[in-house]
């Protein structure tokens, strides 16, 4: 039973429905109260497993959205563009002729006590760019029913990525309220911004500037961040991937310095030039407010934006209004007393009535300001209460009667854009980590691997002493690998020691660990879908684990499940090429050490080793079709040292590795690994004197694994702070 | 008087530096009583770009990138400025301080030196500290003369025991520090009364002129205040470390709020390891 405030977005004041609310609530009662909630649990579920960087939030997203009609919308739609125009003309004017403070319209110290005044970014010239090219208003609906304004968004605009991103993620969880049709479709709006965005870098790159994935506290939300950044199809990068040189900003990509035109800002302007504001290098962008200065980089908004959004500036704005445009306020400020209007949000199987706050979202287009026919709904507990987990929900714009004409600037010619999709244009930071997430996952996936074959061996063997070869042999194995202190590989190792060694040292809870720390460090090159299913493998996996034994069948699913998802779901971009050459030196370089250990002896005394290889490779099956497991040197070796079509074979690897480094244009380590690849064929006819060659072929994949770091992450000293130490120094 | 002017400032470096970018206040800028006729920054090794600049409060600005490895960084500033500034007027036609702060806060190209910023903000000490000087309705610059020579009374002139970093409320808790403390103390005391304070950084004649003492903090880079006396005075400048009211002794390079405003050299370097930095600085008149 849903019991409607006075005031209520879905119910008027006769206890009706409300038109706009018919399609979404017909579908609501369809789904039905109990599937509803399983529904939003659902879309919940989905959203933090998809959010980027692992980056876990407290908002709850409420499947049901929130109609505006046609005609709410069109006087929404003015009375922000009123508004825009009026925030950006008083920046203009204070980062400029300061004209409000001449003429005594604004006290000079509401603007010169703000830290948001950044006195580097005041210039004589406007700048090319408008100061504020986005913008947000809160709102809230009073008694009367007219909206009225709760605050302005000037400088980082929260929450456009959601804004932009949430419909399409309850689309899936909730299609049925989609049918009825009639709701104005983002995507227009949406391509009109991201052309004119592309339009005005003039071939640059246009990218999100978000925090470091390492220190998420930085930046406001990365979550939206990432969502905008996928929303609009560009990348997102942190101040690491950025670097300046004659003047003009840069991205550091595999093939070098790609120039950077435009940056949307997720990072606070207070401290983003350590040049000009000090400050730790690494946390901002030194060089960028010259950049901006010259005209060579747009920061969209401009830093200092957020000057407007100081509560001391409140009193005065609707002041500016008359000298600035010559109009009066269309949008009125809410009274602290204003009580919202409600909404209904899914809390379990029933509806509840929460006071709800609309964000509207705002850009300039080159033209003028276009209003977002969409925004956020947020659930409140009143209006000062602080925003956040009491629901977030999709703004719907209903479809006038007549058909709507979207007006804006003309699109003329689509705007050329850069391929991110070139190998060469990835961030070298993004490579790395997909480097090393292929490494680490192989690596996961080879100790279960080993663990699984080793346990019940260790456990069951006889006294014979061919049981007893296996158990030496697995025990140099496992310490090979780190499961086992390499102190105990001497002899033959007990089941019980074994387990009480991986009670006492968790190696495989070392290794997940490792695995989702990369999962989040590389989630902006997987899709919301992969990441989420990823992830959900992962959970799996570590939920399984205080005990590591029986986690190990989790882990190889999940190892399972990440390379279906990294063969069937990515695109073999740049991106996909370094995991896969993370795996491929992985596995071959484990391969290439176990069976060094493996076939360490006479050719007549081979044969456990032969056996124990074929399993760690996984080709037990494939063996006995072919040789009915008969165990004999010359095919087991061929099997797992030449065999091109055995995906487990040295010789693989190392094709696939030539393949990749082809693709990426470093012929000469494709030599090397073809080279490889002719020593294990040839390794593969002879039956002794493994050991060694086994052992040289490890080391040298070792050596083209740091070889590719170098190559490709260039690895430039660290950046740091020139002190300013003279009036000391000089001084003593 | 004509000034000779010459300030360099070198770098070594234990390791190579890979790249460099430098943001500079190093060219004096013109003010009323203070012409540059000539001024000119070497920059060594070249630098790839470089790129001139006025900033905000209107002092000249220099950005240049160096993308060649370097082991050494030197910047030398030589230049010839004339100064000639107008004598202060007497304290007693100046106005008194509570009115003169009334109108400072309203004046939009004064209104920011009276208010707090990083390195000089206004603190309960340091409030207590001022007191004594600006008595109800006193002539402002007869609390300004009288500040200026409590605070040279009072501070140890001592190199060591402050940082580039140190505020004002640090200074006075020390009661010691060099020119740069003594001017953030100074200006942050006038700004807990609402008085507007500049920070200047600029440069002492080598050599005081015959028969005077020889200044403390000549041979180097030099701090002080500028305080503002009210539309019809204008700005006085007064170093609180030598006592003295500005006349033709100093040569200005930068104002701004605080020393962080005008950092004369800020760099990010990439490599280069530990460094040592060498200063020089000569003032000294053109004989015409």
């Known amino acids: 039973m849903y019991v409607a405030a006075a005031s209520d977005e879905m119910i008027d004041r006769s206890g009706r429905l409300r038109t706009a609310w018919v399609p979404v609530m017909e579908a609501a009662y369809t789904i039905g109260p109990d599937e509803l909630a399983r529904r939003a649990v659902s879309l919940n579920r989905q959203m933090h497993l998809a959010a980027p960087f692992g980056a876990s939030t407290a908002r709850e997203y409420d499947p049901l959205p929130a109609p505006l009609t046609a005609m709410e919308f069109a006087v929404l739609e003015v009375a922000l563009a009123q508004r825009a125009r009026l925030l950006n003309a ?27 005044f950044i006195r580097s970014l005041h210039t004589v010239q406007k700048l090319a760019v408008p100061r504020m090219t986005f913008y947000a208003a809160d709102l809230i609906r009073g008694p009367h029913g007219g909206f009225q304004l709760l605050r302005d968004h000037t400088g980082i605009i929260p929450g456009l990525g959601h804004a932009l991103s949430l419909r399409r993620l309850t689309a899936g969880t909730v299609p049925e309220i989609f049918r009825a049709g009639g709701l104005r479709s983002l995507r227009p709006a949406r391509d009109m911004l991201t052309d004119h965005l592309h339009r005005e870098a003039q071939g640059g790159l246009v990218a999100v500037l978000s925090a470091r994935a390492a220190s998420p506290a930085e930046a406001q939300d990365m979550t939206d961040d990432a969502l905008l950044a996928r929303a609009l199809g560009v990348l997102l990068i942190e101040p690491g991937d950025l670097a300046a040189r004659n003047g003009a900003l840069h991205m550091k990509t595999l093939s070098g310095l790609l120039r950077v035109a435009t940056l949307i800002r997720g990072l606070s302007g207070i401290e983003l030039d350590p040049l000009e504001q000090g400050g730790r290098p690494d946390a901002g962008v030194p060089g960028a407010f010259g950049a901006v200065r010259a005209g060579l980089l747009a920061l969209l908004n401009m830093p200092g934006s957020g000057l407007l959004e100081g ?13 600035l445009l010559g109009e009066t306020p269309l949008l009125e400020r809410a009274a602290a007393e204003t009580a919202p209007s ?5 809390n379990g199987a029933a509806l509840e009535s929460r006071p709800m706050m ?12 276009q209003v977002l026919p969409g925004g956020l709904g947020f659930g409140i507990s009143s209006q000062a209460a602080p925003l956040g987990n009491a629901g977030v929900k999709d703004l719907w714009v209903l479809e006038a009667e007549e058909p709507h004409f979207i007006a804006g600037a003309a699109p003329a010619e689509p705007p050329a854009r850069p391929t991110f999709l070139a190998a060469a244009n990835l961030p070298s930071r993004v490579a790395d980590n997909l480097f090393w997430l292929g490494r680490s996952v192989e690596r996961l996936e080879a100790a279960a691997r080993l663990l699984m074959l080793a346990l019940p061996r260790l456990e069951s063997g006889t006294s014979l002493p061919r049981d007893a070869a296996e158990r030496r042999l697995i025990s140099r194995c496992l310490a090979q690998a780190g499961l086992l202190p390499a102190d105990l590989s001497g002899g033959a190792v007990s089941g019980r020691l074994l387990r009480s060694a991986l009670v006492r040292r968790k190696p495989v ?16 090159r997987l899709s919301p879908s992969m990441l989420a299913t990823v992830r959900f493998a992962l959970n799996q996996a570590s939920e399984a684990l205080p005990d590591e034994e029986n986690a190990l069948p989790s882990i190889l699913s999940f190892a399972a499940t990440f390379a279906g998802i990294a063969a069937e779901n990515m695109l073999r971009d740049g991106g996909w090429l370094f995991l896969e050459m993370g795996r491929r030196l992985e596995r071959g370089e484990t391969l290439a050490e176990g069976l060094s250990l493996l076939l360490d002896g006479p050719p007549e005394r081979l044969e456990p080793g032969l056996g124990l290889g074929i399993e760690l490779a996984d080709s037990v099956l494939s063996y006995d079709l072919r040789h009915a497991g008969i165990l004999a040197p010359a095919p087991v070796l061929a099997m797992l040292l030449a065999d091109a079509g055995n995906p487990r074979s040295l010789a693989y690897q190392c094709a696939v590795l030539c393949n990749c480094l082809k693709r990426l244009g470093a012929d000469d380590d494709a030599e090397a690994t073809r080279q490889l690849q002719h020593r294990a064929v040839e390794l593969a006819g002879a039956a002794t004197e493994l050991r060694p060659a086994l052992a040289a072929i490890a080391a040298d994949l070792r050596l083209l694994s740091d070889h590719v770091q170098r190559r490709f992450f260039t690895l430039l000293p660290e950046a740091h702070q020139l002190e300013d130490q003279e009036t000391l120094e000089a001084a003593q | 008087m004509l000034y000779r002017l010459r300030h360099s400032t070198t770098y070594d470096y234990a390791q190579p530096v890979v790249m460099s970018t430098h943001f ?21 090794p070249r630098p790839e770009t470089r790129r001139n600049e006025s900033d905000y409060f209107g002092n000249p600005t220099t950005t240049v990138s160096l993308t060649t490895p370097h082991q050494r960084f030197s910047v030398s500033l030589s230049a010839t400025v004339e100064v000639a500034p107008k004598p202060p007027p007497p304290p007693e036609a100046t106005l008194g301080w509570e009115t003169l702060a009334a109108i400072a806060i309203q004046d939009p190209q004064v209104a920011e030196f009276c208010l707090s910023s990083p390195l000089a903000q206004p ?16 002539f402002v610059l007869e609390g300004l003369i009288d500040l200026n020579r409590r605070i040279w009374d009072d501070f140890a002139y001592r190199p060591g025991v402050t940082s580039v970093v140190t505020t004002a409320t640090q200074a006075l808790q020390a009661r010691a520090g060099v ?19 500049r920070y200047i950084s600029g440069y002492l004649r080598t050599l005081p002129p015959a028969g005077e003492v020889r200044r403390r903090g000549a041979d180097q880079s030099h701090a002080w205040v500028s305080a503002w006396l009210g539309p019809e005075f204008g700005w006085v400048d007064l170093d609180p470390t030598n006592n003295l009211l500005v006349g033709e002794e100093h040569v200005t390079l930068a104002w701004g709020r605080d020393f962080q405003d005008i950092s004369p050299l800020r760099g990010v370097i990439l490599g280069g390891g530990r460094h040592t930095l060498r200063v020089g600085v000569d003032l000294d008149p053109i004989l015409t």
Request: charged share 20%; proline share 10%.
């Open chain 1, 311 to 323: 509560p001391a500036f409140a009193p005065y704005l609707e002041s500016l209004f008359a000298p």
């Open chain 2, 179 to 197: 020119c740069q403390d003594f001017a953030h103390l100074m200006i942050a005391a006038l700004r807990t009364l609402g008085l507007p304070a």
């Open chain 1, 509 to 524: 809870a070392g290794l997940l660990k490792e695995v989702s720390r990369l999962v989040n460090a590389a989630s902006e």
């Open chain 1, 342 to 346: 409600h909404a209904p949000f899914v």
């Open chain 2, 123 to 138: 603190s309960d000490e340091i409030n207590a500290y001022v007191g004594p000087s600006f008595s109800p309705g006193r």
């Open chain 1, 358 to 369: 609309f964000r509207l979202f705002a850009w300039h287009d080159g033209q003028g300001w």
């Open chain 2, 24 to 44: 500079m206040h190093l060219l004096p800028r013109e003010r009323p009583g203070q012409r540059v006729r000539e001024a000119d920054l070497e920059i060594s």
């Open chain 1, 90 to 116: 008083a920046l203009e004017d204070l980062y400029g002729p300061q004209t409000l403070l001449r003429d005594g319209t604004l006290p000079p110290s509401l603007v010169f006590s703000s830290p948001h």
